[in-house]
Every structure is written in structure tokens, then in C-alpha cells.
């Protein structure tokens, strides 16, 4: 059984309230369906709803670093109740479950554009409480944009990160944490798009229990997107720019051949000709269709004893080359679930969910 060091920081300064060991914990994160996680703390312990869980694992030591010692944390959560001895709490980004107003916007760098959302609405906000916590962006110029059906849209903001991390892989996640010498922690935290990529396979022993659902392209995501100019003012007449269409291989085109699936579901683009920064229609292409990639959900066990791929590494987003039964997956690590009382960790691949809809706004 890994035990884990867990802490609690209160959530206005980050001073470590409490320490103890954690023998009985289940961590389980899904960034499209926001799970939560538990711990039995083994010693003393006191929270309030809204502070910070921090666990890290015995094994991962502070280090040193120009002067500071810090450590990256397994896991970062939001203390969110008390149940049956345990402490649950949620992931980070639960910190944005508030509504804000969301507009129709293009842009061309998408961390950015999370990042000052953040910066906005939570860190510089002093009703929410939030302690020493630096946010950056990783500047990765990724074009974006939102269309909400009847703008301004009262959205909640965990719905739209969800969106983007769909639509372009980037997130908001922890970096480490730096010891500030006054019993306080520091949250250093970015903005980032996950550029790492694996490759598993499933001829291993490491890797079992394998469950894929491959959902051609087109039946539960849209796959034709018609651009429309922001001028149209006659629905049975509109002004369409250009058409597009994402095959099953994931390949953007322009003709409807026999790689795309049939029928059809439209997706609607309002491009706005007069708007600065504007991507090329290419580029609002690739985004607005780039869910239909993974349209699969892979899931399997690894055993937490392995060569091939150390639980500690694991990270939320990272792109995978996934062959099973002699097919190649393009995919992307949307979950994973460890306990401590398993030997195996649940690994979760691709965008198909059977609650997906429910998290999704008009927006996505």
C-alpha cells in the first residue's frame, strides 16, 4: 500500500494547516467529467470548504531549486466535503465554477486568452479568496474561437476550459509548489497545451482489461462545418464562405468523399469579416472540428509496477499513439484513476463520454 503526504493549505494564504499520511486514497481525475477524489487522513487534520489538498508521494522529495525547495504534487484538489471518513475533494479548475458572461471571439492564442479569463475573473477578484497563486500562460499561438448561439451567454467558465481542452488540448493545471519560508506554500500554475506523446501498445502484460468504443466520425460529432459571413441577414440565403468536412482519418477537406461520414452533422462558423487578429478559415476549420479526432474512448488497466510508463508521470492531456488489434489510435489521456488499494491504474483515452452532452453549451 503507497501512502501519501498529504497537506492542507487554507485558501486565502496557503499556510500549511495540516500534514498527515494518507494509507487509504483513491485520486480519480477526468477533465471532461470532473470526478472526485478521496483520502482517509491518518493523523490530525482541520479544513474548511474551499481549501487545498496537496498530495505528493513519499518517494517525491523536495528538491532544490535556485535557493527555494519545492516539489511537484501528484495531485491538487479542492476540499469539498467530508464523507465517511474521508476528505473529497475536486480538481483545481473547480475553482472557476462560477458563471461569466461569454461573447463570440477568435483569437490567435487560446492559452493567453484561459489565462487572462483566470486572471480576471478569479486571482484578481479579492471576493474569491484566493491566496498565493501565479498563473502563467505558455504562449503556444493557437487560434481559437467561441460562438455562442445569442451572445452575451451566461456561461459557467469550468463548462468553457472543458471546451477548449476539447477543441485545442490546452489546460489549466499545477506546475509545483515552493516552500515560502514564512509556513506557507506557493501555487505556481500555467495555462499550457500538452505538446508530450507516448506510445502504447497493447501486446504487454503491463496493460489489461482493455475496453475500446470507436464512434465513426460524423454519428455523435459534428463533422461539416459551414462558415458563415456575420453579415447574413436571410436564413434561406446565406452568405457561406466555405464548407469543410473532417474524414474518419482525421484529415480536413473540402469535398465530401467516401472518408466522410454520411449523413452528415453541420456545425455553424460566424465569421466576423471586420474583427482583427482573424484566423484564415482553414485554421477556424481545424479547431471547430478537431473534437471529431477522438471520437473514441479507450480504456484499460496498468499495472502500477511497470517499465513502460511510471504512474508518477502521469499527465492529464498528453497525446498518445495507441495500437490495438493492429489499429493506430491518435488519442489523447483525458483521465486516470489510482488507488491505494489496487495495484492497477485505470487509464482513460479519447473524447466519447455518455454524460459528455450534459457538460457542453452552445458554445462548444
Not at 480576471?120 to 455562442?148: C, F, H, M, R
Not at 476549420?285 to 499495472?303: G, V
Amino acid at each position: 500500500m503507497t501512502a501519501l503526504s498529504c497537506y492542507i493549505l487554507d485558501r486565502k494564504t496557503l499556510a500549511v494547516k495540516a500534514r498527515f499520511q494518507s494509507y487509504d486514497w483513491d485520486i480519480s481525475r477526468d477533465y471532461l467529467t470532473n470526478e472526485k477524489s478521496s483520502f482517509v487522513p491518518f493523523g490530525t487534520w482541520e479544513a474548511q470548504q474551499g481549501d487545498f489538498l496537496v498530495a505528493k508521494s513519499s518517494l517525491l522529495d523536495w528538491v532544490s531549486k535556485s535557493g527555494n525547495r519545492r516539489f511537484k504534487p501528484f495531485y491538487t484538489g479542492v476540499f469539498d466535503s467530508f464523507e465517511s471518513e474521508k476528505i473529497v475533494c475536486c480538481d483545481l479548475y473547480n475553482l472557476l465554477n462560477f458563471e461569466f458572461v461569454a461573447t463570440r471571439m477568435t483569437g490567435t492564442d487560446v492559452t493567453g486568452h484561459l489565462f487572462a479569463l483566470i486572471m480576471q475573473n478569479l486571482i484578481n477578484d479579492t471576493t474569491k479568496n484566493i491566496g498565493d497563486i501565479e498563473v502563467s500562460a505558455d504562449n503556444s499561438a493557437i487560434n481559437w474561437s467561441y460562438q455562442p448561439a445569442e451572445p452575451p451567454t451566461a456561461t459557467n467558465m469550468v463548462t468553457y476550459f472543458i471546451n477548449a481542452f476539447r477543441k485545442y488540448n490546452v489546460l489549466w493545471d499545477v506546475d509545483y509548489f515552493e516552500d515560502s519560508g514564512i509556513g506557507a506554500l506557493k501555487m505556481v500554475t500555467s495555462v499550457r497545451h500538452v505538446a508530450r506523446r507516448i506510445s502504447l501498445k497493447d501486446n504487454t502484460s503491463a496493460f489489461l482489461d482493455w475496453d475500446v468504443y470507436v464512434d465513426p466520425g460524423g454519428f455523435s460529432e459534428q463533422n461539416k462545418l459551414v462558415i458563415v459571413n456575420k453579415k447574413t441577414v436571410d436564413m434561406l440565403a446565406p452568405m457561406v464562405m466555405s464548407t469543410w468536412y473532417i474524414r474518419s482519418d482525421g484529415e480536413i477537406v473540402q469535398v465530401a468523399d467516401e472518408g466522410v461520414h454520411r449523413p452528415t452533422r453541420d456545425k455553424v462558423f460566424i465569421f466576423d469579416t471586420t474583427q482583427q487578429d482573424q484566423p484564415t478559415q482553414l485554421e477556424v476549420a481545424r479547431a471547430e472540428l478537431s473534437a471529431s479526432n477522438y471520437s473514441h474512448e479507450i480504456n484499460f488497466n496498468m499495472k502500477k509496477s511497470n517499465s513502460l510508463l511510471d504512474w508518477h508521470d502521469l499527465e492529464m492531456g498528453m497525446l498518445a499513439n495507441i495500437v490495438y488489434n493492429n489499429d493506430i489510435f491518435e488519442s489523447i489521456m483525458t483521465g486516470y484513476r489510482v488507488s491505494s488499494g489496487s495495484d492497477l491504474i485505470g487509464l482513460r483515452f479519447g473524447y466519447v463520454r455518455s454524460t459528455l452532452q450534459q457538460l457542453l453549451d452552445d458554445g462548444s
